[in-house]
């Protein structure tokens, strides 16, 4: 079992930064992968960055590419999610995830077992 707490969310004005935190507990070895998930009200959620736990590879959304960066620190078992350049259409709920080993891809939320509770963000024009 893997349970994740993320941070960080609140509120900024566009052109703005924030950067979510998300520590992960438990059975780290069984983790293969980490994403930030984000879900706007009425829209899907939707995959915006991932990174392999060693911190080799990693895959950004094209929405956000170039203003958002994923880093981890195995050491506190925790990855963030720098965001820089907000604008409003990044406001959504944020959510960390954990893509274990057996899975095939960490491109969808089906293939991660393990999610934190959430963390708010919020764009003003």
């Known amino acids: 079992q893997v349970q994740l707490v993320e941070s960080g969310g609140g509120l900024v004005q566009a052109g703005g930064s924030l950067r979510l935190s998300c520590t992960a507990s438990?059975?780290?070895?069984?983790?293969?992968?980490m994403g930030w998930f984000r879900q706007a009200p009425g829209k899907e959620r939707e995959l915006v960055a991932s990174i392999s736990w060693s911190g080799v590879t990693t895959g950004y959304a094209d929405s956000v590419k170039g203003r958002f960066t994923i880093s981890r620190d195995n050491a506190k078992n925790t990855v963030y999610l720098q965001m820089n350049s907000l604008n409003v259409e990044d406001t959504a709920d944020y959510y960390c995830a954990a893509h274990p080993w057996g899975k095939t891809s960490p491109r969808n939320a089906q293939e991660y077992d393990y999610w934190g509770q959430g963390t708010q963000v919020t764009v003003s024009p």
């Open positions: 438990g059975s780290i070895l069984s983790i293969k992968a």
